[in-house]
């Protein structure tokens, strides 16, 4: 599936930083996730909100301040989107 350009660029940004131990893993379930979401709007092509979703839905609880703080780090508006869900 086609991704948006900077939204490509930011996951790329966003996975480098992580430690080299989880990045595959994170990769991997992030993609299909951002995908899925993707699929679920209609969409042929991944954009910024199902990558972000995908991030919350799928990042383990002891993993989350890390996650946001990287989601900053590297340009994603989560709050845009309404993230954190309460």
Do not use: C
């Amino acid at each position: 599936m086609d991704w948006d350009i900077n939204t490509k660029e930011k996951f790329n940004l966003f996975t480098s930083k992580i430690p080299v131990f989880h990045r595959h893993i994170t990769e991997e379930a992030v993609v299909k996730m951002a995908e899925e979401n993707a699929r679920k709007r209609n969409s042929a092509r991944v954009e910024e909100e199902d990558v972000i979703a995908a991030f919350f839905l799928g990042v383990p609880s002891p993993f989350y301040s890390m996650m946001v703080r990287l989601l900053e780090q590297t340009g994603f508006d989560y709050k845009k989107y309404g993230f954190p869900k309460s």
